[in-house]
């Protein structure tokens, strides 16, 4: 304040600028206290930016959080290594060694989990979980007897023999069990211990046991689950090719065949999913157009059953009919228009409420990949649900699992949504509509004062109007 009495306002705006900066570094450095040298060196390099760039709904990351591996997610999110995971994905791809949910409930020493969980143990447990990501993918079929270096910055062995695959001392349950352009990874039967984790354990053990000795744990076997494998279903059927394979080559313009007997190798009755969730919308209520526009305006109901049908899942963003009802009959009448605005609400991927949530919440920003290529779907978490687009033209999720099969899952929007490169296009092209007509009205208004102008010279009267002057 006395730099502003004194007139010296520049001086103060710098001061000002300069504190701000140093007290968000330093609440930056205090919640990164708690992490490793490679770890703080990831979020650091974050510092810079001033937004978090949205992680694609294919990534490998998002696909852990919803794979038989959950619990080694949790582990994850309570070692506060997602971010510093996201910025290696950012970079490369990752190869991630996974144990199943049974080995961390059941088969790791109770002892060991202890020690885990314990906040004083939070490097260890980093240090633990880095020790199974790799920072280059390796597939099944690229396996080999080598060594590769973890985040950890510990050597892990790879090794074959006999057509069993291993690494370090587990062996590898599901090879290539889950499989996305930034990543891969494979299931095995134990945790990988490092030797400087096992070194940290033995002597937090020592500790423990020379205050207060630690009793065996009580296992109540009612709660042990049987690990009896089910027999295996066809609706473990995974496409071999992309979900736009199953596409007709014009969908907007030629309908694709219904599907039936001898055109291929159809895993399930897509026909009777597709008209059961129509059914569904209609009798939900408030969902009567687009049930009108799938199945009398357009071939989309074809077009979806025959995607089931091959075996693909699918998510409709189905907006309501207040939403709908806000389009022009110039919108809908546009060949091809209904199809389009369709297929951008439609994801090539099987989503719930709780998935899409779950994924918001935990990365901030989520891409969803759309049947209307190349366009995306940007999903963040807003009061407590899914909001989807950017700005006024955003959509929030209004009614959740309307619909949900399996194979098909059905959610309710409040809003239209369209591509950020349409609404920029639509922006622009009302902007130039506007400075035409502003033209023609100056146009117009100067053809009429010259006429005016050349009235009063006539009559000797150009005296009295300024403008003619």
Not at 352 to 364: D, K
Not at 418 to 443: C, D, F, M, S, W
């Amino acid at each position: 304040m006395d730099c502003l009495r004194s007139g010296v306002l520049g001086l103060c705006l710098v001061v000002l600028i300069v504190a701000s900066e140093v007290s968000a570094v330093q609440k930056v450095e205090k919640s990164s206290s708690g992490l490793s040298s490679d770890a703080q060196a990831s979020v650091g390099s974050t510092l810079g930016s001033s937004s978090q760039p949205a992680i694609s709904s294919n990534s490998v990351l998002v696909a852990l959080l919803d794979s038989h591996y959950t619990e080694l997610a949790e582990l994850v999110e309570k070692a506060l290594l997602l971010q510093p995971l996201e910025e290696v994905v950012g970079s490369s791809n990752i190869t991630i060694f996974a144990p199943q949910n049974a080995v961390l409930e059941r088969k790791l020493d109770p002892e060991f989990k202890q020690f885990l969980h314990e906040p004083g143990n939070l490097k260890s447990l980093q240090k633990l979980l880095m020790f199974h990501v790799v920072p280059r993918r390796i597939v099944a079929e690229q396996w080999g007897n080598k060594v590769h270096q973890t985040l950890a910055k510990d050597g892990l062995r790879l090794s074959e023999k006999g057509g069993k695959k291993s690494v370090d001392l587990a062996s590898i349950s599901h090879p290539n069990a889950v499989i996305r352009p930034d990543g891969v990874i494979h299931g095995i039967d134990k945790m990988l211990i490092p030797k400087s984790v096992q070194d940290d354990f033995n002597q937090w053990r020592r500790e423990a046991l020379a205050v207060i000795p630690q009793g065996a744990p009580v296992v109540d076997p009612r709660n042990i689950k049987s690990t009896k494998k089910a027999a295996s279903t066809k609706d473990d059927y995974t496409p071999e090719h992309s979900i736009y394979y199953a596409m007709a080559s014009a969908p907007s313009l030629a309908p694709a065949p219904a599907p039936g007997p001898g055109t291929g190798h159809h895993w399930f009755d897509g026909e009777a999913q597709v008209k059961d969730f129509i059914h569904t919308l209609v009798h939900y209520g408030g969902y009567n157009e687009l049930a009108d526009i799938l199945v009398n305006l357009t071939s989309l109901a074809t077009e979806v059953a025959k995607i089931v049908s091959e075996g693909y899942r699918v998510t409709v963003l189905a907006p309501n009919d207040e939403a709908l009802g806000k389009l022009t009959t110039d919108q809908l009448s546009e060949p091809g228009a209904p199809e389009q605005i369709v297929y951008y609400h439609i994801i090539p991927e099987y989503q719930t409420e709780e998935s899409m949530y779950n994924a918001v919440r935990r990365f901030g920003k989520i891409k969803y990949d759309t049947l209307r290529v190349p366009h995306k779907i940007t999903a963040t978490e807003a009061d407590g649900t899914v909001l989807f687009g950017d700005g006024e033209h955003s959509a929030h999720l209004y009614d959740h699992d309307i619909y949900i099969d399996g194979r098909i899952s059905v959610q309710g929007i409040d809003k239209v949504l369209y591509p950020a490169e349409e609404i920029k296009k639509t922006k622009g092209r009302k902007l130039e509509e506007e400075k035409t007509q502003v033209k023609t009205t100056n146009h117009t208004r100067g053809r009429l004062l010259g006429a005016v102008c050349g009235l009063f010279e006539r009559v000797g009267g150009i005296s009295f109007v300024s403008s003619c002057q």
